[in-house]
Every structure is written in C-alpha cells, then in structure tokens.
C-alpha cells in the first residue's frame, strides 16, 4: 500500500461522488485517482487508475456482481461500503463477497476518511453490533461438517450436520439451540429426523457413525 493510499471512487448520487471526491481530495494522506458513476465503463476505469481501495456508496444487495468483477479484475484491491444499512444478512453478504470495510449511513466524513486509512493498514472496519454478528457467523460454520461427502453419503442436511459436532461435546438439547439460536423443540425436531434418516435409535450412535466414516474431526 502507497504512503498515500489511492482511491477510486464510484456512486450513482452524483452530488455524494462529488462531495466524497472533494473531502478527500483536501487531505494530503489521501489521493483520489478517479470517480465514476456505475456503468459497464467503470470497472475498466478503476482497473486503469492504480487504485488501491474502491469506495462505494450503498450498493444494491442484489447487484454484488460489479464487486466481485473488481475483485477479480484487480489485484490486491480493497472494498469499502458507504451509506450502508445496519443490516445482519446485507453485511454478511458483502463480507462474503470480499469487501473489507462497511460503514453505515450514519457515517461522519471523518468516519470515511478513518475508514480508508484503516484499510489500508490491512485492518477491516465494521460496526460493532455487525461485528458480533460476524464472530457469530463464523462459530456457525466452525460447527458444520466441511464436506459435501456427510450429505452425499448420509443425507443429512447442513443443518443436522451442524448438530454433529455439538452433540459430540456432549451438549444437551438447549445448550445446543443457545449455541445455534434455535429453539430446545427445534433442535429436538432436527435430532429425531436425523436418527430416523440414517436408522439408528440414539444420538450418539450418529456421531460414532460419522466418526466411523472419518467426517468427523
């Protein structure tokens, strides 16, 4: 990363862009290389100017494609989201798409601007409740069996896979919904529709036979 982290910048609201550009246009530890707004021509553009962190402003959830293109098509490049909304499963799917930096709509320009800069120091930037959020995600999947063979072989869906493990620690039934956010019953439900689909009587006569079958860490 330059001493002077150069950014590029792209916004359908024209009169953010160009707020945005000014801002950062001013300080001298930050260089804006570009502007646009969201065109088919903006990705070639981003990928001609150097940049090295990409500023958007709230993009649609549903339009993560131009993320994923710049990612793709430039290299080491940083994504940081503006104006966004403090929402769960929009800001898990940016941070699955590749961005590093999500900061809401409620942001200062200071805020911004704080944002780059810790970008640039190979640091990632997130709300703290969108954090929590984060940690509890990767917990999630920590628990899920990574390997497509349980379903192949088993039938067990993901989530039953996820129980394997937990039931392996020896947790009860509400230990586990605590773990996973499910409800005692729920977790009941999913238990004794996983032993009826693999046809054995008690729950740890699953784990053994996933362990038998080496899926089981």
């Given at each position: 990363?330059?001493?002077?982290?150069?950014?590029?910048?792209?916004?359908?609201?024209?009169?953010?862009?160009?707020?945005?550009?000014?801002?950062?246009?001013?300080?001298?530890?930050?260089?804006?290389?570009?502007?646009?707004?969201?065109?088919?021509?903006?990705?070639?553009?981003?990928?001609?100017?150097?940049?090295?962190?990409?500023?958007?402003?709230?993009?649609?959830?549903?339009?993560?494609?131009?993320?994923?293109?710049?990612?793709?098509?430039?290299?080491?490049?940083?994504?940081?989201?503006?104006?966004?909304?403090?929402?769960?499963?929009?800001?898990?799917?940016?941070?699955?798409?590749?961005?590093?930096?999500?900061?809401?709509?409620?942001?200062?320009?200071?805020?911004?601007?704080?944002?780059?800069?810790?970008?640039?120091?190979?640091?990632?930037?997130?709300?703290?409740?969108?954090?929590?959020?984060?940690?509890?995600?990767?917990?999630?999947?920590?628990?899920?069996?990574?390997?497509?063979?349980?379903?192949?072989?088993?039938?067990?869906?993901?989530?039953?896979?996820?129980?394997i493990p937990l039931i392996a620690?020896?947790?009860?039934?509400?230990?586990?919904?605590?773990?996973?956010?499910?409800?005692?019953?729920?977790?009941?439900?999913?238990?004794?529709?996983?032993?009826?689909?693999?046809?054995?009587?008690?729950?740890?006569?699953?784990?053994?036979?996933?362990?038998?079958?080496?899926?089981?860490l």
């Amino acid at each position: 990363m330059s001493p002077r982290p150069n950014v590029f910048l792209v916004s359908g609201n024209r009169l953010l862009r160009e707020a945005l550009t000014r801002i950062l246009g001013k300080r001298s530890d930050i260089q804006v290389v570009g502007a646009a707004a969201y065109s088919p021509q903006a990705l070639q553009q981003i990928a001609e100017s150097g940049c090295e962190i990409l500023l958007l402003d709230s993009i649609s959830m549903s339009d993560l494609q131009f993320i994923r293109e710049v990612i793709r098509s430039v290299a080491n490049i940083r994504v940081i989201l503006v104006g966004m909304e403090d929402d769960e499963a929009a800001f898990l799917r940016a941070v699955q798409t590749g961005v590093t930096g999500y900061v809401l709509k409620d942001a200062s320009a200071m805020d911004v601007v704080a944002a780059v800069w810790a970008v640039a120091q190979d640091e990632a930037v997130c709300p703290p409740r969108l954090c929590h959020a984060l940690f509890r995600y990767a917990f999630q999947e920590s628990t899920a069996l990574p390997n497509v063979r349980v379903k192949v072989h088993l039938g067990l869906t993901r989530r039953q896979q996820q129980l394997i493990p937990l039931i392996a620690q020896g947790l009860t039934n509400k230990e586990i919904g605590s773990q996973l956010h499910l409800s005692e019953q729920t977790v009941k439900n999913h238990i004794h529709r996983m032993l009826r689909r693999v046809g054995v009587e008690d729950r740890l006569a699953v784990v053994e036979m996933v362990r038998m079958q080496g899926f089981l860490l």
